[in-house]
């Protein structure tokens, strides 16, 4: 039998023993999860590029949208303010039923707006045409009480050298307001018109500005033009005339006497040993030769006289509107007697400080006294703000309404010096004047005007 012998071909290896002496440092064969992400990163990468190229492209011509639409904006702006809501509508049904009639290719809508247009250019040509008018509102008188008839005119002069087109003349009034029309004026031709003004209630009423109004008859546009400034007109409170000097409020012409003594004063209290320092023109020469030692003279510190009027306006403590303007009339009255009798005085309320100067102008500033809402927590948080940095008083009188309890009253009594006098009156419309002393405080209640000359004689 013959037997075949397979054998594995021999391979010679050489080896250089120096080469093989040191480690071959070898990359590590690439895995095919990163071989897959290295090619993702690329791409993505790109398009990363590319958007954020394209993001820069869309802002920058978005930048430049913006201005052309400001400048576009500005420069119809002038222009916008001529058409009116109604014109604003047909402009806007005209351009739809243009489109949709050129989309949809039908005959009637294209005539609705070929008509539309048509009307929007017959209402144009009413604009053509300058005024040149000369206009003055004059009110008389300026200053009224309230129910007084206050009459407003109005005066239009054509000071061009052509017949001026027709128009209407618009003044506002306090909330309402006076409109005239005004014929075609021949040049240095004019037209006055009267206007009632309504003074039912304590305010400062606007008259003005006068607006001249040109257009067509459908209101489609509508230009005007302003020719005046608004001047005010002052409605002043119901006041009444008290006692001068009497009504409780000041005596002295000289000044108020404290218990504070004093070196240098007018009212002399009493005599004490001179003292090196003393000045030498206090000395009591008749005393001091008797008795044979100096003596120098004493005196009791007098402040001149300064009345302090808080007036609170927050609505906590006011049954109503009625009772408010009661209290606006007994501050108005008490101040305007204490500047008639030159006694120097400050009128606070909440946010305001009232002009003091002359009686007129206490009565212009109390017009402007409106209710508030709760500007601070307290009453006496209110009167400690209001009258930190006015000059110390010698007579503090606090007016609020019928819900001001006794404890806030004392509250706001406590934060002047026992040297201060104190009068509380608590405005209750309709209730009969009385007086009431609480803890050293004079609350005297008043129902009417008519009742502040008695009751406050009788506060003193």
Known sequence: MTSAVTTEPETAVLEDPVENS?????????TPNRAASARRSSPLAAAKRAGAKVGGLFVWLGRIASSWLVWLWNVVKPYRAVVSGLGALVLSAALVALV?????????????????FAALAVAALFLIGRATYAVDIALNPRRVTVGERAIGRVLVTNTGKKVSAAATLEVPVGEGMAEFPIAALQPGAEVEELFAVPTNRRAVILAGPAVSIRGDQ??????????TDAIELFVHPVTTRLHPTA???????????????????????????????????YVHWRTSARTGQLMVRQFEESRRSQLTIIHSSDERYYADDAEFELA????????????RD??????????RILKTHSVTSLLDDSCRVEKIVGSTATPREFAREATKRLPPPSVVVIVAGSAMEAPDYRAIQRLFGGETNVLALKIEQGSRPRVQDVAGLSIVTIGALGDLPRVMARAV
């Open 22 to 30: 040191q480690p071959v440092e070898q990359e590590p064969p690439a």
């Open 100 to 116: 949709a009639g050129l989309l949809l290719g039908w005959a009637e809508l294209t005539v609705v707006a070929i008509t539309l």
């Open 218 to 227: 459908l209101g489609l546009f509508r230009r005007a033009v302003r020719w």
């Open 247 to 281: 009504a409780g409020l000041v005596r002295d012409l000289e000044g108020q006497v404290t218990k504070k003594i004093t070196n240098n004063d007018i009212s002399f209290h009493a005599l004490r040993a001179y003292v090196p320092g003393d000045d030498v023109r």
């Open 328 to 339: 606006v009339s007994v501050t108005a009255s008490i101040g305007a007697q204490v500047i």
């Open 342 to 351: 030159g006694t120097q005085i400050s009128v606070v309320t909440e946010g």
